[in-house]
């Protein structure tokens, strides 16, 4: 097994900010500070030069989702193995949707809604919006990881653009939809939203196996 490459983390905002050598030590300048900023790099030049530039450049703000700068976290073929995943499935689109969220190291699931009628895009985004209400409770200090494009951008504006005609089937799903909306634009967090990297990862841990 290859030995895991060395990374610096940068933390601009925490208990004590600066560069740091291990995961470790930047947990311990940033677990349970309200609105810490922080970020891995490969080489410790790129820490230290995205330190005297501040952390605008790279990362999000709390309470904004971040930049398409500002997601590929990790490094090119590197997951973060503590984070969680999201993804959801849906019989026939729109068809009977259900989503879950899985731990991406144990391969646990960690929560699961569903099936209630809506499509698969709409499972996508409230996937994402369950994760960080789930992490920002806990208090957890992890990523969340999803393979739609569309949910992370409609996370991003904080609005599910989706098409699917309102009526009586379909009140149930737009009632969460309203509730993930207003929780996301009345809550802050700055729990990274990270692109699953399918060609290069495989399938993500939370994929349901329909396929």
Request: hydrophobic fraction near 40%; charge should be positive.
């Amino acid at each position: 097994m290859a030995a895991k490459k060395q990374k610096y983390y940068v933390v601009w905002e925490g208990a004590t900010p600066g560069v740091y050598a291990s995961w470790s030590e930047c947990q311990q300048q940033t677990k349970g500070v309200k609105g810490a900023r922080f970020k891995s790099f490969d080489t410790l030049a790129e820490a230290q030069q995205a330190y005297e530039e501040g952390p605008e450049a790279y990362i999000a703000a709390p309470g904004r989702a971040a930049t398409k700068r500002e997601r590929p976290l990790p490094a090119t073929g590197e997951v973060h193995e503590n984070a969680l995943a999201v993804d959801a499935a849906c019989s026939g689109n729109p068809g009977m949707m259900e989503y879950r969220g899985v731990h991406v190291a144990a391969r646990q699931q960690v929560f699961h809604f569903g099936p209630i009628y809506g499509t698969n895009n709409i499972g996508e985004f409230l996937a994402i919006v369950h994760a960080l209400a789930l992490i920002q409770q806990k208090g957890w200090d992890m990523p969340v990881y999803s393979d739609s494009r569309n949910a992370i951008k409609w996370v991003a504006k904080k609005k599910c653009n989706t098409k699917l005609p309102r009526n009586a089937k379909t009140q149930q799903v737009y009632d969460l939809i309203a509730r993930a909306e207003a929780w996301l634009n009345n809550n802050t967090f700055h729990t990274p939203i990270l692109k699953w990297e399918t060609r290069k990862w495989g399938e993500i841990p939370a994929d349901f196996g329909r396929k």
